[in-house]
């Protein structure tokens, strides 16, 4: 494992999974919502995006995190030598972001995008959510299915799985 996509709905735990994993493998961990987002929530350029990214895949050893534009997600996945696919059921997702959106009004979010207020978009991110579970996650899982020779594929279903994933390779 060191080109890693990881990528699934919000509220996750996306993100602190591969703050463990880099930690673990010593490897460079680089969440898409940070080249996506610019402050206010202003989507980066296509341009500026794309040339980021492709940097990122560039590298010999990555973790990247998140989704971002469609190409971008089957660039990844051409790349990639791992992929872990975070699929928890839709409530757990809709309770984890919930609890991550109040623990962001008193902590901030460290994590996220430098700029952009997590409060602020919680009703869109639930729509997102809503949106990625029912209209993506089908066509994820077949792009995932066309990728898979070759690959490490980790399909983590629930936040048991998520523990034992982690307390297996962090």
Same mark, same amino acid.
């Given at each position: +494992?060191?080109?890693? +996509?990881?990528?699934?709905? /919000? %509220?996750? %735990? #996306?993100?602190?999974?591969?703050? @463990?994993?880099?930690?673990?493998?010593?490897?460079?961990?680089?969440?898409?919502?940070?080249?996506?987002?610019?402050? %206010?929530?202003?989507?980066?350029?296509?341009?500026?995006?794309?040339?980021?990214?492709?940097?990122?895949?560039?590298?010999?050893?990555?973790?990247?995190?998140?989704?971002?534009?469609?190409?971008?997600?089957?660039?990844? +996945? @051409? @790349?990639?030598?791992?992929?872990?696919?975070?699929?928890?059921?839709?409530?757990?997702?809709?309770?984890? /972001?919930?609890?991550?959106?109040?623990?962001?009004?008193?902590?901030?979010?460290?994590?996220?995008?430098?700029?952009?207020? +997590?409060?602020?978009?919680?009703? #869109?991110?639930?729509?997102?959510?809503?949106?990625?579970?029912?209209?993506?996650?089908?066509?994820?899982?077949?792009?995932?299915?066309?990728?898979?020779?070759?690959?490490?594929?980790?399909?983590?279903?629930?936040?048991?799985?998520?523990? #034992?994933?982690?307390?297996?390779?962090?």
């Amino acid at each position: +494992m060191t080109r890693i +996509m990881v990528i699934g709905n /919000a %509220g996750g %735990g #996306k993100s602190t999974l591969c703050r @463990a994993l880099s930690t673990a493998l010593s490897l460079p961990h680089h969440p898409i919502d940070n080249i996506q987002w610019q402050p %206010g929530w202003i989507e980066t350029p296509e341009a500026e995006y794309t040339l980021l990214h492709e940097n990122f895949l560039k590298s010999e050893k990555w973790i990247i995190d998140g989704f971002g534009p469609w190409n971008s997600i089957t660039q990844r +996945m @051409a @790349a990639a030598d791992t992929i872990i696919f975070v699929d928890h059921p839709l409530w757990v997702h809709f309770w984890w /972001a919930t609890k991550r959106q109040i623990k962001s009004i008193i902590f901030g979010r460290p994590d996220g995008p430098i700029g952009c207020p +997590m409060l602020s978009v919680t009703f #869109k991110l639930y729509k997102l959510i809503w949106q990625l579970h029912f209209e993506t996650r089908p066509k994820l899982m077949n792009t995932i299915n066309k990728h898979k020779n070759g690959r490490g594929i980790f399909h983590i279903k629930s936040p048991r799985e998520l523990a #034992k994933f982690q307390k297996k390779y962090c």
